[in-house]
């Protein structure tokens, strides 16, 4: 798995600000996605579902995941509630979150 070169991170704000690098903190990454439990977080727009499924299986061929576990959002327009996170963490090592439309 290729590591992410944070110096070509480029981070953009839509109000127009800069953001501040120094205050940039990303998770660790894991070294390897085989065996993981990959989270899947569907916002609710349409065909998300659909996307983020095709994906899974596509990834599960190459890693070979030890779950997939799959959650949906309230309102694409929101963010997730508290307990849709909890779920991820508690059931997830890596979470790849999906926009349908």
Do not use: C, W
Not at 15 to 22: I, L, V, Y
């Amino acid at each position: 798995m290729a590591r992410l070169d944070l110096s070509e991170v480029l981070l953009v704000d839509p109000t127009g600000e800069a953001p501040d690098s120094q205050s940039l903190n990303l998770a660790p990454r894991p070294t390897d996605l085989r065996g993981k439990r990959l989270g899947l977080l569907d916002n609710s727009k349409a065909n998300s579902d659909v996307i983020l499924r095709a994906i899974a299986d596509i990834l599960n061929e190459q890693y070979e995941f030890s779950e997939i576990f799959y959650t949906q959002k309230h309102s694409a327009s929101l963010p997730p509630k508290p307990e849709i996170l909890a779920d991820l963490h508690r059931n997830a090592d890596i979470v790849i979150a999906g926009v349908g439309d």
